[in-house]
């Protein structure tokens, strides 16, 4: 059974940085695209940042481009992603995702796209 499990959220000042984890289980991703999404309250869920399967090839939403970093670290199966210079605008609840292709050359940005999901960790920022 294919598991993620999202940690790392939490309550952090404006301008604060956090490190998100997404550790997967059940299957190994590796040969995955995998990326973060987010969902505030009454919005839809929007990609933050993507990687393909090689790592090589990064997407960034224009609201966190040169303040995030996506990452995974093949040998422990987990995802990561830093978000630095925490604005209000950035709270929401985080998910991370993997796309069901293998070996697929591009970051694929639409929610669609993407077949297994965690269940979301919560971040708040206070100003």
């Known amino acids: 059974q294919v598991r993620l499990v999202e940690s790392g959220g939490g309550l952090v000042q404006a301008g604060g940085s956090l490190r998100l984890s997404c550790a997967a289980s059940?299957?190994?991703?590796?040969?995955?695209?995998m990326a973060w999404f987010r969902q505030a309250p009454g919005k839809e869920r929007e990609i933050v940042a993507g990687?393909?399967?090689?790592?090589?090839?990064?997407y960034y939403a224009d609201s966190v481009k040169g303040r995030c970093t996506i990452a995974r670290d093949s040998t422990k199966n987990t995802l990561y992603l830093e978000l630095n210079r925490l604005k209000i605008e950035d709270a929401a609840v985080y998910f991370c995702?993997?796309?069901?292709?293998?070996?697929?050359?591009?970051?694929?940005?639409?929610?669609?796209?993407?077949?297994?999901w965690g269940q979301g960790t919560q971040v708040t920022v206070s100003s």
């Open positions: 059940g299957r190994t991703f590796s040969m995955h695209n």
């Open positions: 995702a993997v796309n069901a292709r293998e070996y697929y050359g591009a970051v694929l940005t639409e929610k669609e796209s993407y077949l297994y």
């Open positions: 990687d393909t399967w090689t790592g090589t090839t990064t």
